[in-house]
């Protein structure tokens, strides 16, 4: 059984940084891509960021660009998301998931994890 179990998160003021990290366990994700979604309050759940396990390939939604960098560490099965230049409106849950396939919606998405609190204060 897949699990997905995300750290790092927290309360940071604006312009800081966070590094989440999301240990991933149960099967083999050489042909998976993993990757990151958030939801803020009153707001649906959106994509974030996305890797290739195999290759690491990346891409990004517009509004991290230049901001947030996609990582993976073959050799402890984790995914990180380096979060630079915070703003408030990042504040949300952080979600890592899972996808056998290159995804930017939830239906996409094969497994979740249960998401880690990032707070950005003004």
């Known amino acids: 059984q897949v699990q997905l179990v995300e750290s790092g998160g927290g309360l940071v003021q604006a312009g800081g940084s966070l590094r989440l990290s999301c240990a991933a366990s149960g099967r083999t994700f050489s042909n998976y891509r993993m990757g990151w979604f958030r939801q803020a309050p009153g707001k649906e759940r959106e994509f974030v960021a996305a890797i290739r396990w195999g290759g690491g390939s990346t891409y990004y939604a517009d509004f991290v660009k230049g901001r947030f960098t996609i990582s993976r560490d073959n050799t402890k099965n984790t995914v990180y998301l380096q979060m630079n230049s915070l703003k408030p409106e990042d504040t949300a849950v952080y979600y890592c998931?899972?996808?056998?396939?290159?995804?930017?919606?939830?239906?996409?998405?094969?497994?979740w994890g249960q998401g880690t609190q990032v707070t950005v204060s003004s």
């Open positions: 998931v899972v996808s056998r396939v290159w995804f930017t919606i939830e239906s996409e998405v094969d497994y």
